[in-house]
């Protein structure tokens, strides 16, 4: 049976017991502590609701030109025209039924955001399928403004809307608005501040007569009536209706009729699809224009020729620049800190602090620790978000996504996991927080363990400087790749073992557009703070940590105990099982620890790693540190986002992992 | 889902392309562009529309 079909079935349940409503709005809305009236802005994914609510509130809060970003809600003060207000940014929704796993139902979070008024954001020329979350919207009884937004883009496809007449059929102020420019934007908010003020101050008069006429049939009407008499009446059966519902009209949140329309979503949708078609229909005038050059060029983006090769140019292209750019930056910062930062922290911290060994330690904290973050952390990740960013907002990054798709099923996930996947080569921690961009636990699990494998810059760097120069570089080519079919292998064992299933994938695709750099600069600046402030301590404390372990001595008796695992399985001195275990600290240091290590334990005849390793040891060693527990800040990531017990799991599941390919390489080699 | 994405009885739906490897199939409905997999494009019922290279659900 087509999903069509059953959503039609689905429209014969038996009809509710019919009695009076009262069809009463609540008088005084919820306001925000302060007093000021909250507005919530509500819109289909991709429609620019992130865009227009930083043009309407100053700020930036998460977006992207991919389905489905927005992954919290976002709340600011503004001020317009001398009124406070609060404006809260809710994810995108199809409907107010939206359900995402783990996640209450969209109009729960609506709700819990307590709006005076919603600003309905509208794609101006798409109204056939975005209009019914409007008339959803406008149904709860909370006072509406309709955003016709996207009118540029309406308008380079010959559509033009009849804003007057809509706002009549709509019963609800509407502006048309172009989010990227800012235009109409605040006067669409100032104009919802304004019902918000009107519903709060109690103006019972002025609340009947903004609310609009019901477009929908009468025996719709009807049954939806009888259930909000119920409802009022409390005499509700709570199997059919969620207790959140209940609550919700109890506290005075939501009316009778509100919480009717929301427990009859799916006898009122098909008619508010139906309203909206015929009032489009009467609302837009079409002009016949050649398709806009954007229009004509996504279709090429994702049509196997010449998208394809695209893809590949694109990925390549980005990857060299992320690199190219990162590693300049590296050498700029990483030098501006020894000449200018290092001299004083060490002339400081030794003043400050007595004990010399603490003293070292801190020292590796402040010192090592931080220059980690300014030399590895800042220049490629930094690089990398705004790289995104731009392949984002573009829209080209939903089309890679549907290119790919195909391909990442067979790993158990959907095409849009390689967004984050190609982050994780910058660094793993933010590319663990870009799996909310997925759906399910399980697809975010998934991609998170394969995160984990997949090498950071910082452990590409332990590869390439391991082995370009000590190897040749073909052996620091053939480490990827050997680690690319590990990841690849695990992907495909981890989709067998974990159970459940992947949900097919039904995408909007966005239209291309040009990214504009302001935004571009602040969402990479979003992201990027978020990971400073995340990353900063764990390396600071992991650093403080190693250098303890180093200062103190206590780093010679976890030598000795896998020193049997380190040469029996792998075919490499103990010294070098300990750089890789304390390497869990701070990845990019596998490669100083293992020298400053080899020093110690074998003389300054070892401050070569050609001296004390053979080139097959020096692979084995690059491809298990870049494939075995991920950092730290990894670990610290993965246990915020899934709990403990995961975080573990996979980062043993990566152990495991590493040390059998470790293992089976060494015997390959012939170290082992 | 569909129903969500407005793939509703009556509405004219036209196919773009399909995705390599047996990727998604884009669909084209109104404006808007919808990259859905071939095992639920598969269940969508469609008969052509007369006169428009085009299809309508059922």
């Given at each position: 049976m087509s999903a069509v079909e059953a959503g039609e079935l689905a429209c014969h349940r038996p009809a509710a017991t019919e009695t009076e409503a009262s069809g009463e709005a609540p008088a005084a809305g919820a306001v925000d502590g302060d007093g000021s009236p909250v507005i919530a802005v509500v819109g289909r994914p991709n429609v620019g609701k992130s865009t227009f609510f930083a043009r309407a509130s100053g700020r930036y809060a998460e977006v992207a030109n991919?389905?489905?970003?927005?992954?919290s809600m976002a709340r600011r003060h503004v001020r317009l025209g001398g009124r406070a207000a609060v404006l809260v940014d809710l994810p995108g929704a199809f409907t107010l039924t939206d359900r995402s796993e783990g996640l209450p139902a969209f109009w729960e979070l609506l709700l819990a955001a307590r709006p005076d008024a919603i600003v309905v954001v509208v794609d101006a020329g798409d109204l056939r399928r975005h209009l019914p979350l409007a008339l959803a919207c406008r149904d709860l009884g909370v006072p509406i403004v309709v955003a016709a937004n996207l009118a540029d883009e309406a308008g380079a496809r010959g559509i033009e809307v009849d804003l007057g007449r809509l706002s009549q059929l709509l019963a609800a102020p509407v502006h048309r608005t172009i989010g990227r420019q800012g235009v109409g934007v605040l006067a669409a908010v100032g104009d919802a501040i304004r019902l918000a003020g009107v519903r709060s101050s109690g103006d019972r008069a002025a609340v009947r007569r903004a609310l609009p006429v019901p477009p929908y049939p009468a025996d719709v009407v009807r049954r939806v009536s009888a259930l909000a008499g119920r409802l009022a009446g409390g005499d509700v059966p709570t199997d059919h209706v969620p207790p959140e519902l209940l609550s919700a009209v109890a506290a005075g949140r939501l009316s009778p009729v509100g919480a009717a329309t929301i427990v009859a979503a799916e006898h009122l949708e098909p008619e508010r699809w139906a309203v909206a078609e015929r009032w489009a229909a009467q609302v837009e005038r079409r002009h016949a224009v050649r398709p806009p050059l954007a229009d004509r060029l996504a279709r090429h983006v994702t049509a196997p020729w010449p998208g394809l090769p695209l893809f590949a140019l694109v990925t390549l292209a980005s990857l060299g620049a992320t690199m190219a750019l990162g590693t300049f930056l590296s050498n700029v910062l990483g030098s501006a800190w020894s000449a200018a930062v290092s001299p004083v922290l060490t002339a400081v911290v030794t003043a400050l602090v007595p004990i010399p060994a603490l003293a070292a330690a801190t020292l590796w904290a402040l010192d090592s620790g931080l220059l980690a973050m300014v030399s590895v952390g800042i220049p490629f990740v930094l690089s990398f978000y705004l790289l995104l960013a731009v392949l984002e907002d573009s829209g080209y990054l939903a089309g890679a996504a549907v290119l790919a798709d195909r391909i990442f099923n067979a790993l158990g996930?959907?095409?849009?996991a390689a967004i984050p996947l190609l982050a994780a080569t910058g660094c793993n921690v933010p590319a663990i927080y870009g799996t909310r961009v997925l759906d399910s636990r399980r697809e975010r699990l998934l991609a998170s363990f394969l995160i984990t494998l997949t090498p950071c810059s910082a452990r590409s760097a332990v590869v390439i400087a391991a082995l370009a120069p000590f190897a040749g570089p073909l052996a620091a080519f053939a480490a990827f790749g050997v680690v690319g079919l590990i990841a690849l292998s695990a992907g495909l064992a981890a989709n067998a073992l974990v159970p459940g299933h992947q949900s097919p994938l039904v995408l909007e695709l966005p239209p291309l557009r040009r990214p504009i750099a302001r935004q571009v600069g602040a969402k990479a600046w979003f992201r990027f703070s978020s990971f400073v402030t995340t990353a900063t301590p764990v390396m600071l404390a992991g650093s403080f940590v190693l250098g303890g372990l180093y200062e103190t001595g206590a780093i010679g008796p976890i030598g000795d105990a896998i020193a049997p695992l380190v040469r029996?399985?792998?075919?490499?001195?103990?010294v070098a099982g300990i750089a890789l275990a304390l390497?869990?600290?701070?990845?990019?240091l596998a490669l100083q620890l293992l020298l400053v290590l080899a020093v110690a334990e074998?003389?300054?005849?070892?401050?070569?790693?050609a001296a004390f390793m053979t080139s097959g040891q020096l692979f084995v060693y690059a491809i298990v540190t870049a494939v075995s527990v991920p950092c730290v800040a990894t670990l610290a990531t993965l246990a915020g986002e899934f709990g403990w017990r995961s975080a573990l799991t996979v980062s043993g599941a990566t152990l495991g992992v590493a040390l059998a390919a470790g293992g089976i390489v060494a015997r390959l080699v012939g170290i082992a | 889902m569909l129903a969500a994405h407005g793939?509703?009885?009556?509405v004219v739906v036209s196919v773009e392309d399909d995705a390599p490897f047996g990727g998604p199939r884009i669909i084209r409905l109104g404006p808007a562009r919808l990259a859905i997999a071939r095992v639920v494009a598969a269940a969508i019922r469609v008969r052509p529309e007369p006169a428009a290279d085009a299809a309508r659900t059922r």
């Open positions: 991919v389905p489905g970003t927005t992954v996930l959907p095409g849009r029996g399985l792998l075919g490499l001195p103990p390497a869990f600290l701070r990845k990019e074998y003389g300054a005849g070892a401050s070569s790693l | 793939i509703r009885p009556g």
